[in-house]
């Protein structure tokens, strides 16, 4: 028969009340009310309460499926767009290093043909080839098979770089 070993356990009342349980340096304890543990340092009152997975607010990327030509690629800011379909252009709106600077596309063109990158109106594509930079363009395309990241770091400027990027 197995040993089962049973840690110091307490509410979350318990733990953090006026006089507070201070632990010894190392000690794990229960938090019986937010069913997480805690871990002590011998002077911290209540020890200090370890994360759950829930507690992170982590968001996995979304991923978006698709075939068919998109106008604008706004709806997919920060999202992997997986392209299954042939030939189509994947048009990337105007943006602004004050409220876009940061914002990435994910594309992995997984469809029959060629991908065509183009923009809205304003944007230009820099593309990023190992230590060389690209001057600006209007259109960029993607091969069968590739993955590009797209990331918007000045006013109407968009980097981009991966492998299958021509």
């Given at each position: 028969?197995?040993?089962?070993?049973?840690?110091?356990?307490?509410?979350?009342?318990?733990?953090?009340?006026?006089?507070?349980?201070?632990?010894?340096e190392?000690?794990?304890?229960?938090?019986?009310?937010n069913?997480t543990v805690?871990?002590?340092?011998n002077?911290?009152?209540?020890g200090?309460?370890?994360?759950?997975?829930?507690?992170v607010?982590?968001?996995a990327?979304t991923?978006?499926?698709g075939?068919?030509?998109?106008?604008d690629?706004?709806?997919?800011?920060?999202?992997?767009y997986v392209?299954?379909g042939?030939?189509?252009?994947?048009?990337f709106?105007n943006?602004?290093?004050?409220s876009?600077?940061?914002?990435?596309?994910?594309?992995?063109n997984?469809?029959?043909?060629?991908?065509?990158?183009?923009?809205v109106?304003?944007?230009?594509?820099?593309q990023?080839?190992?230590?060389?930079?690209a001057?600006?363009?209007?259109?960029?395309?993607?091969s069968k098979?590739?993955v590009?990241?797209l990331?918007?770091t000045?006013?109407?400027?968009?980097?981009i770089?991966?492998s299958g990027?021509?």
């Open positions: 028969m197995a040993t089962a070993v049973q840690q110091r356990r307490g509410t979350s009342a318990q733990h953090d009340d006026g006089a507070g349980f201070t632990g010894l190392g000690e794990i304890t229960v938090d019986t009310t069913d805690r871990v002590h340092d002077s911290t009152k209540g200090h309460r370890l994360a759950k997975f829930s507690d607010g982590f968001v990327q991923t978006v499926v075939s068919s030509a998109i106008n690629m706004t709806s997919n800011i920060s999202k992997k392209h299954t042939g030939a189509v252009t994947l048009k709106p943006v602004t290093a004050s876009n600077l940061g914002n990435t596309w994910v594309v992995v997984a469809g029959t043909d060629t991908l065509t990158f183009d923009r109106s304003a944007s230009q594509f820099k990023l080839n190992g230590s060389t930079v001057s600006l363009a209007n259109t960029i395309t993607l098979g590739g590009a990241e990331t918007v000045a006013d109407n400027e968009i980097i770089f991966g990027v021509i």
